[in-house]
């Protein structure tokens, strides 16, 4: 067991270059966002002297290194900077925000998940056959689309013309209350407040934008699904277990499937990182509160604080992701030795 | 060739999506050759008058806001959509399999440097990574291209990394060193093309993205400038007249897309099919 | 015997739908087992061994189908059996082991466990009582502390290990018929001897009927009491042991029997078909005995000189953080693969070199191919050292077309893209800077004459040649350059016996006309010995033992070399 | 922020915001609550702040009182607007001006109270006054307008009186006071809670707020919603109809008029042309707006560039434009023309006015060879990707109608965030569109703002002496003044002549409502005024 927690130290200091190239490149990519903040933040009317105050106020006078050094010393303080956008701390508002937009990906990927990976083993159980092709078309056609075009087709389908769905406007529908702050996941607040109403609410205006996403991301699922439990179910030890008689389902779930996991598991590290990307249009789609939503107001508006913060939480969050999967497949495949 | 032939039957006789794909995949090419050719009216021609006319005889795809002929639109934009998806792929293509390769094939130093990269490069959601760059350089074609080329490099650095990482001791590696063969001849010559069949899945994947990555950046106003057609930035501003009933100005330029995609997406495996020397009899 | 036999295949056919049509992979196969009875079948690749077993037991896969004809188990008919009454029968009344034992394994579940499954499923044990079942299992099959064992992995297993877990969970619920395929490929000889004994015994115990799959008749002949062997699908002959070897009728049969190395047979021996064993007395041809020859190498010393070569391998990958451009810590001397060894090869001469795996022969091979660097240690080579070049250097040096190698595995060590002529071309562009297209096709053409290649062949694609001829594009493009040291790293070990023999015979044919030395790697003390003069057996990367082939083989010095010797299975007609 | 304060306020988030954890419940009853949608944030409770956007305005419009306001007409299609002519009490019940005209002095009115109930005092006008002036920006920039620039012109004479000194005489320091920008705070409140470092509570007023006006706020989620809760207390005027209003935000335009036509949504303010006008037509929701005062939407050509200093050429390019199609395309007919003006100098003093240009591409292509220029030449189109609605089919048009006279126009689409920096600030966009509206409602007022060098808005770099002599002695000139229309009008006439910027069109505010809303005036400032609406 210390084997093990020595190399969770080492897969954690693995991610420390990665960490480093993220705080460089997200700086670099800020600072090279077009327009002047200071302009754009000195108001309707300012003339160059007040531009030149703003400047200042903003440290935007002072040389890109020195800029770069004391973005990083408050980065390790803990300090992401101000949005000029909303002028709050940039991290408060990604505090307040990334629940939302947390868990509408992982409803979406919860929602993939339920439906690519029974697709997948449908098919890999039945290769070649009308059932595998249709599959494959079917999850091709999800991803073939762009989400935004998805998300406004059932908003136009399903709200404006059914009137099934709630009004496309964020978390909640405009009469009901969030319930009281635990986790941030309205879902799981509203259970453990014992609101069922709200939950449902909430529920409800989840389903569209979910699926909306959900809808992206089943092709790599189901793709990695069919693929690993093909080679699952052509390896020798599942010729074993057949060979011992053992059950049809305990071959394909015990023996197969959990071998096929593996694979599964690391594709779904990525498929969340294609989520998140595609968050961003899906949340403005949906009016959704998220952090996709308040990254576009930023980046229109050269708010460089928020646009770092953004970028930076994203790719931290795709670290912590991908080592939390790392984890977990130490956990569940013993040959994982995380030396490489 | 004949021999080529047959071996391009047989894997179409197996799998029916492939073929469906393969044909389609015709269909966008010949459309893009001549595409000025066949489309009807103008496609920058504006007509005000005429504006928003839905879909009739004279119109089979209707007019847009500014009387232009949506038909003529979506087959002048396949030219413009298909360059953007090739040089995107096949700039990312030739330096990320170049750099995976390097980095598989001598491993340590290099290896280290570029995965540290690509890893980076990984970590940022691919869709915000390109919003950042387009926006930071300004929306213009070459620059969506640069955006999705490097959003796409791990990718490819990636997959050349596995495939060459395992190729590097095979026997007929060792055989071309006793051959006399330098390591940048042995990796050009022996390796590399041995990882194309895995990578041809990629690069048809990747294709479809960069067209959809292009419509995205379209739909949050960093897409390609007007007045070019291009199915994206068609469907971006079509789809905000689809809860007025201009359902025709986004439908069929987001079907043209998603048949383009669709197409991209299903003929991966058709290809790796076909470039697979293993596969020929 | 009135009774119906135990296990009885009659006129049984089986199709394979392929891309190119129907094949048709068993063809009329007869045969049958009494209770208690191994059966040992032998053919070459293809020939239809496992089909025949997966088609008893029901697990052929979706493109096979039975054509004609039935399988029949204790009375039971196995080709129409229903798929749920085939899973009750299958590991409770005939299971099965197989090759590979670890990959046959699955990864991710400890092995105990595993065994449990089957207990379980046929119900030979509760829940309660699973484990103890189990342990007791691995307790049978020889495993040491079997309570720790049961939470092994696979992967924390050695070869021989996982095999002995695999026939705990063959035989845990005790069936009535054993079939084992191939079940000690891959493993050292040692290994294998000491499982197919652990088989033999349990079984016997046990009174179980066994199958067993090989293309080693000299398994077949040490563990079987009847045998049949197959061609193409079909039976040719079936005979008990010692019939089958003192009389053989079929050809086929006494070709197999022919090419199966043996501790006295000689090369020619290999593919003359006679009516009786192969004549051990016959005086042993000496290769390059050419006097004149002899001379010249004496006067030459030797080709090559080895002197305390070490090759080592860091131990493990440092713990915790590493620059990406930190070199591993030279302190920290790791495992030593090639620990101090010196030896000579003269010119003209053949030397074998002998050992298990991972004794270090096979990096001692590449080290002296110049692919690898040593850790310390020199190599004279023709007058030369050839150790203050770096190996990833070395490809520029005249030297370089001197020394070539013949790979191990055929089908890997050509490019799949590449046609036989390119591979074969390969070394005369780069080594021997010919350019003209017609004159490399005509030495490529030469040098295909040379080692029996049909020259329609040349434009095919390695996937589309057998092995044997892959084997002989591999000994083309090695020797199309001159070399005066040629390099055989096992190079016969993935290909049949039939292919083998007539293989080792081109080398030995090649050797007296070009006039090349051989250090010759195997696992094989018989193969060795027929081809080379002089031997050195390797053990965790020292000479354990060295001298004149026969020598060493027949009158081993070193306890280890005997039991190398030893556990090679072989007839032994005196011993029945 | 102080740093110590730093964890604690990121852990909390929002929640630590000064208001309602929950809406009382009757919220739940969509009776007495007006929901309306808007496209854009609002990251500010306070204006006079660094960094706060247009959309904030609404803000304090309605949470805030001002001495005086505008008052509202009906216009000749039955909707309400501002009425730029009519000055009305707010907090002051009087004013006085002096008899040179250089001060005025405002009697304040004991009704107007704070929230926290405490009369609103002449220094708390003062305070707040001087806050104006002294953050910089923006606001600072709006007072100097009407000659406000320093605390020492803002003079309490005693609680309820309260003086304003100006160095000269103008007719703009009165309209001045009306705008969004002298909104009064309540001072106690604020400067408890000031420090050395922020003596003007800006971190405080920021989210929240200290005011008297009507409306209060009851909640706010930046980024996603905002409440309004009526103040009981509030007698400045009649009583507002509604008790709350949720402004919520939706980035997505044609989710906005979904959720209008399906009724979700009480009212959507500034709603596009195109949905404006099918809406009304569809007649489910009515539409209410009026042209925006003083404002043009126009084609801007900069005379640092060539050939736009050339007269001619800019002359050829205002008789190629397609202004029909631009008014029907871009404008979907809500915009008042701005073209085929009969003579060639203007009859009247009207602001703005058609000026005496038609699309005729004989007469252009003859002004360009006039110019030399009779092949045409290559240039950049440049718009405003926050402003693409409208920016975009109009420069495709007119991209289009120009290459008919042989100029290649190549579009440039720049992001907002660019957009001021190119357009106004360094001013280096040859061809561009520009829609500059003046709040103050003069046309010598907007001819400062665009056509004096020098100036924000004068994006074409133009200079001419006459105009900047012209604009410097007409600018606080009394209307009254015989001599003020005969400046408007020479004006008016060089800018025909000239044309640095060629009006396209006088755009629409527009928005929808439902048909029980009623009492919905545009403003100038072009935000929603809650007190005066109604809701069945």
């Known amino acids: 067991m210390p084997d093990q927690l020595l190399q969770i130290g080492r897969r954690l200091l693995q991610a420390v270059p990665s960490v480093i190239g993220i705080v460089i490149i997200s700086f670099a990519l800020t600072r090279a966002l077009p327009g002047d903040p200071a302009v754009y933040f000195a108001g309707a009317m300012a003339d160059e002297e007040s531009i030149a105050e703003v400047r200042q106020a903003l440290g935007l006078d002072r040389s890109l290194v020195e800029q770069f050094f004391i973005y990083v010393s408050n980065l390790l303080q803990g300090d992401l900077g101000l949005s000029l956008n909303t002028g709050l701390p940039v991290l408060e508002e990604l505090l307040t925000r990334l629940p939302a937009s947390l868990e509408l990906t992982f409803t979406g990927l919860g929602l993939a998940v339920l439906i690519a990976v029974p697709l997948g083993m449908l098919a890999a159980t039945r290769p070649g056959s009308w059932i595998d092709h249709l599959c494959r078309v079917l999850v091709t056609a999800g991803v073939s689309l762009p989400t935004f075009f998805t998300g406004l087709f059932l908003i136009y389908i399903f709200y404006f013309l059914l009137g099934w769905a709630p009004s496309p406007l964020g978390r909640l529908d405009i009469l009901y209350l969030p319930p009281p702050h635990v986790t941030g996941f309205y879902l799981i607040d509203s259970l453990l407040a014992g609101d069922s109403e709200t939950f449902w609410a909430a529920l409800r205006q989840l389903v569209l934008p979910a699926f909306t996403l959900g809808l992206f991301a089943l092709a790599p699922i189901a793709r990695m699904t069919r693929a690993s439990m093909l080679s699952a179910l052509g390896s020798e030890y599942v010729r074993t277990a057949r060979a011992n008689g053992l059950s049809h389902r305990k071959v394909l779930f015990t023996y197969a499937f959990r071998n096929a996991a593996l694979p599964l598991l690391t594709t779904l590290g990525m498929v969340f990182s294609f989520l998140l990307g595609a968050n961003v249009l899906v949340e403005k789609v949906f009016a959704w509160p998220g952090i996709g939503l308040f990254a576009i107001e930023a980046l229109v508006a050269s708010d460089y604080a928020a646009v770092q913060g953004f970028v930076l939480s994203m790719a931290l969050l795709f670290v912590v992701v991908n080592l939390m999967i790392d984890l977990l497949l130490t956990l569940i495949d013993p040959r994982v030795s995380m030396s490489d | ?281 | 015997m009135t009774q119906p036999p135990f296990v009885s295949i009659e006129q049984l056919s089986v199709d394979f739908r392929t891309r190119n049509g129907i094949v048709r992979a068993l063809d009329k196969v007869e045969l049958s087992i009494k209770k208690g009875e191994t059966l040992g079948i032998v053919g070459e690749s293809g020939s239809g061994k496992s089909v025949t077993a997966y088609t008893l037991i029901g697990l052929l896969d979706a493109a096979g189908r039975v054509a004609g004809g039935s399988a029949m188990f204790d009375g039971m008919t196995m080709t129409g059996a229903s798929e749920s009454q085939l899973r009750d029968l299958r590991g409770r009344e005939i299971s099965m082991i197989f090759q590979n034992p670890r990959g046959a394994l699955n990864p991710i579940r400890p092995v105990g466990k595993q065994i449990e499954d089957v207990l379980l499923r046929h119900a030979r044990a509760s829940r309660q009582n699973a484990r103890a079942k189990a342990i007791e299992m691995l307790q049978q099959v020889r495993i040491v502390e079997p309570e720790k064992r049961y939470w092994s992995f696979p992967f924390e297993l050695s070869g021989g290990m996982c095999q002995r877990v695999m026939i705990a969970i063959a035989l845990a619920c005790d069936p009535r018929l054993l079939i084992a395929d191939e079940p000690t490929t891959g493993l050292d000889v040692t290994t294998q001897k000491a499982t197919m004994d652990l088989i033999r015994d349990l079984t016997r115990e046990r009174n179980m009927a066994v199958i067993l799959i090989t293309h080693d008749l000299g398994m077949a002949a040490a563990y079987a009491d009847r045998i049949i062997v197959m061609q193409q699908g079909q039976v040719v002959e079936t005979a008990d042991v010692k019939t089958l070897f003192t009389r053989p009728a079929h050809d086929y049969t006494k070709k197999l029997i022919a090419a199966s190395p043996g501790p006295y047979s000689e090369l020619d021996d290999l593919t003359a078909v006679t009516n009786g064993p192969a004549d051990a007395k016959r005086p042993r041809r000496v290769s390059a005995a050419d006097p004149g020859q002899q001379a010249a190498a004496a006067a030459n010393k030797f080709l090559l000189e080895v002197i305390d070569l070490v090759k080592e391998y860091p131990h493990r990958q440092k713990q915790g953080w590493q620059w990406p451009w930190s070199k591993p810590d030279d302190a920290d001397s790791g495992f030593r693969a090639v620990d101090g060894i010196s030896f000579q090869i003269k010119r003209g001469e053949s030397l074998g070199l002998v050992g298990e795996s991972g004794c270090g022969k096979s990096t001692t091979s590449s080290i002296i191919a110049r692919l690898l660097d040593p850790t310390s240690g020199d190599i004279i080579f023709n007058g030369q050292n050839l150790t203050t070049f770096r190996a990833d250097q070395f490809a520029h040096q005249p030297q370089r077309s001197l020394i070539q190698m013949v790979f191990q595995d055929p089908t890997e060590s050509l490019n799949p893209r590449y046609t036989a002529l390119d591979a074969i071309a390969e070394p005369l562009k780069r080594l021997k800077k010919i350019t003209a297209a017609t004159e490399i096709k005509q030495r490529v053409e030469k040098m295909a004459d040379l080692v029996g290649l049909p020259q329609h062949l040349l434009t095919r694609f390695p996937h589309q040649l057998s092995g044997g001829q892959k084997a002989r594009v591999g000994i083309a493009r090695a020797i199309a350059v001159d070399p005066l040291l040629l390099i055989l790293d096992e190079p016969t070990s993935a290909l049949d016996v039939s292919v083998q023999a007539v293989v080792l015979q081109l080398l030995d044919q090649l050797k007296t006309e070009l006039g090349m030395s051989y250090l010759f790697v195997s696992h094989d003390l018989n193969v060795v010995r027929l081809l080379c003069e002089r031997v050195i057996v390797m053990n965790r990367g020292k000479i354990v033992e060295q001298g004149l082939a026969d020598e060493v083989l027949r009158n081993p010095k070193q306890e280890y070399t005997r039991i190398l010797v030893d556990s090679i299975p072989h007839f032994e007609p005196d011993n029945l | 922020m102080q740093r110590r304060n730093f964890l604690k306020t990121a852990v909390l988030g929002a929640a630590t915001l000064p208001f309602l954890r929950y809406l009382p419940a009757e919220a739940a009853s969509r009776a007495g609550t007006l929901v309306v949608v808007v496209g854009n944030n609002i990251n500010s409770l306070d204006l006079h702040r660094k960094g706060t956007n247009r959309p904030s305005y609404q803000v304090t419009v309605n949470i805030y009182d001002r001495l005086v306001r505008f008052g509202v007409k009906t216009t000749a299609d039955g909707s309400l607007a501002y009425d730029s002519t009519k000055i009305e009490p707010e907090v002051a019940e009087s004013w006085q001006w002096s008899a040179d005209r250089k001060s005025i002095t405002f009697k304040l009115n004991p009704k107007a109270k704070f929230w926290d109930g405490s009369p609103v005092t002449a220094q708390d006008v003062k305070w707040s006054f001087d806050r104006a002036v002294s953050l910089g920006g923006f606001p600072a920039v709006q007072m100097k307008a009407g000659s406000m620039t320093k605390p020492e012109q803002f003079v309490v004479i005693d609680d309820m009186t309260f003086r304003i000194d100006i160095p000269a005489p103008s007719k703009l320091t009165l309209p001045d006071l009306a705008v969004p920008i002298p909104f009064i705070i309540n001072s106690k409140v604020a400067k408890a809670n000031a420090s050395k470092d922020d003596p003007w509570a800006t971190e405080y007023l920021h989210k929240n707020p200290a005011g008297s006006g009507a409306y209060k706020i009851a909640r706010w989620d930046p980024g996603q919603q905002f409440v309004y809760q009526l103040n009981e207390d509030w007698a400045l005027g009649p009583k507002p109809g509604i008790k709350r209003v949720i402004v919520r935000e939706v980035p997505s335009a044609s989710t906005r008029r979904a959720l209008t036509e399906r009724g979700d949504a009480d009212l959507y303010m500034g709603i596009p042309a195109k949905d404006s006008k099918e809406l009304a037509a569809k007649g489910k929701v009515s539409i209410s707006g009026a042209p925006i005062d003083n404002c043009l939407h126009v084609l801007a050509l900069n005379l640092k560039y060539k050939p736009f200093d050339n007269m001619k050429v800019r002359q050829a390019i205002a008789f190629a434009l397609p202004y029909k199609e631009i008014v029907q395309a871009a404008a979907y007919g809500r915009g008042e023309p701005m073209y085929g003006g009969k003579q060639a100098t203007p009859a009247d003093i009207t602001w703005p006015q058609p000026f005496p240009y038609d699309t005729d591409l004989a007469k252009a292509k003859a002004l360009l060879a006039e110019a030399g220029m009779a092949d045409g030449f290559e240039t950049t189109l440049s718009y405003n990707l926050g402003l693409a609605e409208w920016q975009e089919p109009t420069a495709l048009l007119i991209q289009e109608s120009l290459g008919k006279i042989g100029i290649k126009v190549t579009l440039d689409k720049i992001p907002g965030a660019n957009w001021r920096t190119a357009s106004l600030v360094e001013k280096r966009l040859p061809m561009h569109m520009e829609n500059f509206g003046g709040w103050l409602n003069y046309p010598d007022y907007y001819f400062f703002w665009a056509y004096k060098y020098g100036h924000l808005f004068n994006s074409s770099n133009y200079k001419n002496p006459e105009v900047e002599a012209l604009v410097d002695s007409t600018l606080h000139m009394e209307t009254t003044d015989p001599q003020y229309a005969e400046n408007v009008k020479r004006m008016i006439a060089i800018a025909f002549e000239e044309v640095p910027r060629i009006p396209l069109y006088q755009p629409y505010l527009d928005a929808a409502m439902q048909k029980d809303v009623s009492g919905y005036a545009s403003w100038f400032h072009r935000q929603l005024d809650v007190r005066g609406i109604q809701k069945a």
């Open chain 2, 1 to 281: 060739m004949k021999r080529f032939l047959n071996h391009f039957f047989y894997v179409m006789s197996e799998n029916p999506v492939t073929v469906f794909a393969f044909s389609l995949f015709i269909l966008i090419i010949l459309t893009a050759l001549f595409g000025p050719w066949l489309a009807p009216y103008d496609p920058l021609a504006t007509q005000a008058a005429n504006a928003l006319q839905p879909p009739s005889l004279q119109h089979w795809f209707g007019t847009d806001h500014l009387g232009r002929d949506v038909f003529s639109r979506v087959i002048v934009a396949t030219r413009l959509d298909l360059g953007i998806a090739l040089s995107a792929v096949a700039l990312s293509f030739f330096i990320g399999s170049a750099l995976g390769s390097a980095a598989g094939f001598w491993g340590g130093w290099t290896d280290r440097i570029i995965g540290r990269l690509s890893d980076t490069i990984m970590a940022f959601p691919l869709f915000v990574l390109a919003m950042g760059i387009v926006s930071a350089l300004g929306n213009s074609v070459e620059n969506i291209i640069y955006a999705t080329a490097i959003i796409n490099l791990p990718f490819y650095a990636r997959v050349a990394r596995a495939e060459t990482n395992v190729r590097r001791n095979a026997g007929y590696v060792m055989a071309a060193r006793l051959s006399g063969s330098s390591d940048l001849r042995i990796l050009a010559t022996q390796v590399f093309p041995n990882c194309l069949p895995p990578m041809m899945v990629q690069i048809s994947l990747n294709m479809g993205w960069a067209i959809l990555n292009a419509a995205g950046l379209s739909f949050i106003g960093l897409g390609v400038r007007p007045p070019d057609a291009e199915w994206g930035i068609m469907v971006a501003e079509g789809a905000t007249y689809i809860v007025s009933g201009e359902w025709w100005l986004a439908l069929f330029p987001g079907a043209a897309l998603m048949l383009a995609v669709f197409c991209f997406n299903l003929i991966g495996d058709g290809l790796r099919d076909l470039v697979d020397p293993l596969r020929r009899t």
